[in-house]
């Protein structure tokens, strides 16, 4: 017998190992994604067909849903150190995944041997694949030590670094809040969503540097300055791709990241739309949407269990668990294609929004439900609804 265990070793062997491998999907993936760029031709494409496949495996897996694994004495089947490694190698994994990209660039602009068809897929899987990148930038941005450097150093592949303070200092905090950029109210699209979460997490992030360094009588334009520090992480990218394409390289890299972006800010728009918290009062399950059907929760690394995780947000990602929070009852890549067509994605979303109103808002907040649809009734067939 295994110390501590009514059952084997083998037994327990095994199971530790389907608890810790089910979750190297999007590793493996990115990997032949980048095979995929090297190969040329059909094969640049890779990314974009593993992602339409991961639409059909995260559709049929929707009615599956598994709790968090712990044995009888509670304890994880996780293991630490296995997972923080795999998500530190995903910062190099996602480095080479752009620079792949730029050896294509470079081919197309010095000696014309990749397509223009090859190049279009090659910029569409880099830009599916480097969004993934929110997953691991998410998960480590709440690692206060090295984790933190890790998960900014990951978002500055997209030009998103300023994210990693406003998700713990704000999103954390004002969850369900006006006051909360990533949280998107009734009627807001994704589109407009993505630009005006984007924004207003970099507004914060600035503040948060310029009012730190008022306090300590340094200038905006310091070393000390981590909005500006976030932002000049990202300059490696902007120059392998000048260097590698030119205009269609500056071209390539704002489609690559206007991709990553997007399917950042998709995530946070559907992890808390139309959810509503009364300012000053706790944050509970109840105001994040719940994702946990098998495929949704291994390749994004439970981050769809919203509502565990922002009530205990210093948990790793394999601890969490059901909670009973609102849920949508369809996968993150399946809800994705709603969001995409915002009249669908209302009618969709509204009697989950109705029941959460009837069954699990406060009186406070069905009253600013309600002042907030008579404000915006009018804008309801506008698919620009901000």
Not at 26 to 52: D, E, K, S
Not at 132 to 143: D, R, W
Not at 203 to 225: I, P, T
């Amino acid at each position: 017998k295994f110390p501590g265990f009514n059952f084997n070793k083998t037994e327990f062997s095994m199971k530790t190992f389907y608890v810790n491998v089910r979750y190297l999907i999007v590793p493996v993936m990115t990997v032949l994604t980048i095979y995929g760029l090297f190969l040329g031709g059909i094969y640049a494409w890779t990314g974009v067909f593993l992602f339409g496949l991961n639409i059909i495996l995260d559709t049929a897996t929707k009615n599956i849903h598994l709790r968090a694994d712990f044995d009888e004495n509670g304890n994880s089947f996780g293991i630490k150190t296995f997972q923080y490694i795999v998500m530190y190698l995903m910062l190099p994994i996602f480095i080479v995944l752009q620079c792949a990209l730029a050896w294509n660039l470079y081919q197309f602009t010095t000696s014309s041997t990749v397509a223009v068809e090859t190049l279009i897929g090659a910029i569409l899987s880099t830009g599916l694949w480097a969004g993934l990148g929110i997953i691991y930038g998410h998960e480590l941005s709440h690692n206060k030590r090295e984790g933190f450097s890790v998960s900014r150093a990951i978002m500055a592949l997209s030009g998103a670094s300023h994210f990693t303070y406003a998700h713990v200092y704000q999103h954390h905090l004002e969850l369900g809040h006006q006051n909360d950029p990533a949280t998107a109210p009734r009627g807001r699209n994704v589109y407009w969503h993505t630009w005006l979460s984007h924004f207003g997490q970099s507004k914060f992030s600035f503040d948060l540097e310029k009012q730190k360094l008022e306090r300590h009588n340094k200038s905006f334009f310091s070393l000390d300055n981590k909005w500006i520090l976030g932002y000049l992480y990202s300059l490696p990218s902007i120059v392998l791709f000048v260097w590698s394409g030119g205009i269609i390289g500056i071209v390539a890299l704002v489609v690559v990241w206007s991709i990553s972006n997007f399917l950042l800010e998709a995530l946070n728009f559907m992890g808390h739309y139309g959810l509503i918290r009364e300012a000053g009062k706790p944050v509970e399950h109840k105001h994040s949407w719940d994702n946990d059907n098998l495929f949704t929760s291994w390749f994004f690394i439970e981050i769809g269990r919203q509502g565990d995780h922002h009530v205990r947000g210093e948990t790793y990602f394999w601890e969490l668990d059901e909670v009973g929070a609102p849920n949508y009852e369809i996968g993150y890549f399946t809800l994705f294609l709603l969001t995409l067509i915002p009249p669908v994605f209302r009618k969709y979303t509204q009697k989950y929004l109705d029941e959460w109103d009837r069954n699990q808002a406060s009186e406070a907040e069905k009253q600013i439900a309600k002042d907030y649809y008579e404000d915006t009734k009018h804008l309801s067939n506008n698919i620009f609804v901000v």
